[in-house]
């Protein structure tokens, strides 16, 4: 991968913050676009922009192809049997929260369980909250290692056989971790239960096959994937989601409709309801183009290599404390003693560079980790070993101002 030629293809690179060269570290909130992308939405929008499914004019025509051609790169992208098993939705949240209404509390009852973790994003904590209380439902915690792993040992005590979801992030947007899904998987359905897996941090940064891993619902986003924001995947297997019902009704979803009773089109998009999100749809076509022509393999391997960097040049300041495990995906959260993390992005940010501060939409993990907020910095595609040394630079000037203060 030439990360020169890599990083020339996403323009808003290409500009200065506060004086200084902008160095962008918070890929794990949302992806810059590469200009491939970016073209694509302006192609859609000046030369076809029309609705799909319904007029047979040539610019509607075009716009479906589109649309359903997106469909099936992201069928190919994460290995899905069908285009029938890939639903369009606004994000990861609405994937999740798809799942609890339409599969949780028409299928769990009181004395079951739904088992998550606590490192888990508030997007699959809180739906899964709501479905626990209108069901009956238990919902259970596997713990957490003090590195912030799970242990499959653990997995196996807490998944039993009145578990009937389990519910899981793919990679830690806070520590990092790298998730055991494939085997968590396999315990889930020896005990009967269903398996959901967020794939919010993992779709944008490693190969996906979800037949490989056999889960049986995976959710993702396309902002994080360089693709436009209000666009999302969900995946389910086909047996499940024919037998769930639509969460959204109007237009789009619809075969027929009478005065007093409907029925729903096939899948997917019985899911669909209304207008479809036709250019975020072909925008996150657009960013998988790219994804491919970069190469999954090289994109995960190369984010590694920049967290193992980033983290060999962080033990060089005093006072900073690193989150999560050693073997991690491309992100550091950490604090600096005595300086709140909000602090600390300040004064980053007035060197232009840009991290996360706060609890990262991950409030029961930073009650696990004893801290009310901590910072982020997060890698992708485009970053460079000279973005870590700005930023580390960047950390130790935070240590020494607020050390001046003090």
Known sequence: MDINQVRKQFPILDQEVNGHPLVYLDSAATSQKPQSVIEALDEYYRG?????HRGVHTLGTRATDGYEG??????????????EEVIFTRGTTTSINTVAYSYGRNNLQEGDEIVITPMEHHSNIIPWQQTAKATGATLKYIPLQEDGT????DAKE?????????????????????????EIASIAHDHGAIMLVDGAQS????????QDLNCDFFAFSGHKMGGPTGIGVLYGKKSLLKEME???????MIDFVGLYDSTWKELPWKFEGGTPIIAGAIGIGAAIDFLEEVGLDEIEAHEKRLAQYAMDR?????????????????????NLDDVHPHDVATVL????????????????????????ATARASFYVYNTEEDIDAFVDGLQKTKEFFGDVF
């Not at 076809?48 to 799909?52: D, F, G, P």
């Not at 997106?70 to 285009?83: H, L």
């Not at 799970?150 to 040992?153: A, F, K, P, R, T």
């Not at 056989?161 to 947007?173: C, E, G, L, Q, R």
């Open 150 to 153: 799970i242990s499959l040992e």
């Open 158 to 182: 807490t998944i039993t056989d009145k578990t009937k979801i389990v519910a899981m992030m793919h990679v830690s947007n806070v520590l990092g971790t790298i998730n055991p899904i494939k």
């Open 246 to 252: 639509p969460v959204e009704f109007g237009g789009e």
């Open 70 to 83: 997106a469909r099936e790169k992201v069928r190919r992208f994460i290995n899905a049997n069908s285009t």
């Open 203 to 210: 779709a944008p940064h490693m190969r996906i096959d979800v």
């Open 349 to 372: 940010d007035a060197e232009g560079i840009a991290v996360r501060a706060g609890h990262h939409c991950a409030q029961p993990l930073m009650k696990w980790l004893n801290v009310s």
């Open 48 to 52: 076809y922009n029309s609705n799909v």
């Open 314 to 334: 962080l033990q060089t300041i005093e006072g900073v404390t690193i989150y999560g495990p050693e073997d991690r995906a491309g992100l550091i959260t950490f």
